[in-house]
């Protein structure tokens, strides 16, 4: 599969702007023959603007799904999306990403479960559900956001569920740089998988990014890594190569899931 990640500075506020946006990249991506294009967290409304973070939530099957549906079939990919998640009961609204497939149907959705930070925890609702990867060209996709992926036990999760990709838009700050440096190789080092983590870049209000996007094989080689600007990233991902490295790295045959109560208790 050739995928596309996209790391944006983005227009906080401007949801139209961003769905314009969206769509130069989308035929960018679909011209160099991405199947996926993955976007960063929050992306739809910006993810500094805690104060409209209600007046920017929409639903899952909102106008900027439809938009982004119409998308996905006309250049005939899927998108991989961050936005706020109107609250079903009208409670916060949840930090989520959808995945809308090239029929312009939604194939995947995850509400972020770990919330990082007192504007997070104060602005949104928590996921309750590591929600089942899903399938898409010949491959099962899992989605975290973010802080999710620091958490060894979300990773490994979607790994025994049968993910061989995992897509992670992220908004991820300076300080944090052995995340991308360190964590999300060991990730897919240790769960032998693919992992795609696209992240913010510039200024947001205020609040600097770093950029600093990648997708990572099985093997923690970086296939593509963006610098500190606004990238288009394009990648072919082999699902042989985690083949190839499973008597390498036998992590996952190699468990001894009785030894580790600790982690549920």
């Not at 961003?18 to 996926?36: F, K, W």
């Not at 989520?96 to 029929?103: C, D, H, L, N």
């Not at 504007?119 to 899992?142: C, H, K, N, Q, T």
């Not at 923690?220 to 500190?228: D, N």
Request: hydrophobic letters at 45%; charged letters at 20%; glycine letters at 12%.
């Amino acid at each position: 599969m050739r995928m596309a990640l996209w790391q944006t500075c983005g227009l906080p506020g401007d949801v139209a702007g961003n769905l314009d946006q969206l769509e130069r990249q989308a035929g960018a991506a679909a011209a160099a023959g991405a199947h996926l294009l993955l976007c960063p967290e929050l992306w739809l409304g910006g993810y500094n603007v805690p104060q409209r973070m209600n007046e920017l939530a929409e639903a899952a099957d909102g106008p900027s799904a439809a938009r982004i549906g119409e998308l996905a079939q006309r250049f005939g990919l899927a998108i991989a999306y961050g936005y706020a998640e109107r609250h079903p009961q009208g409670g916060k609204p949840y930090n989520s990403v959808q995945v809308i497939g090239p029929s312009g149907s939604a194939l995947g959705h995850y509400r972020k479960a770990h919330l990082f930070g007192a504007m997070e925890r104060e602005v949104f609702s928590a996921g309750d559900v590591l929600e089942a990867p899903f399938d898409y060209a010949g491959w099962r996709i899992g989605l975290l956001i973010c802080f999710d992926v620091e958490y060894p036990e979300a990773v490994r999760t979607h790994a025994l569920n049968g993910a061989g990709l995992i897509l992670i838009p992220t908004a991820l700050t300076p300080e944090y740089g052995a995340v991308p440096g360190v964590i999300v190789p060991a990730r897919a080092v240790e769960n032998q998988l693919f992992v795609a983590y696209c992240n913010h870049c510039g200024v947001e209000d205020g609040l600097a990014f770093l950029g600093g996007s990648c997708i990572v094989a099985p093997d923690g080689e970086r296939l593509a890594a963006a610098g500190p600007a606004e990238s288009l990233l394009i990648v072919d991902l082999d699902p042989q190569q985690r083949a190839r490295q499973a008597g390498t790295f036998p992590y996952l045959p190699c468990r001894r899931p009785e030894l580790y109560d600790a982690l549920t208790r």
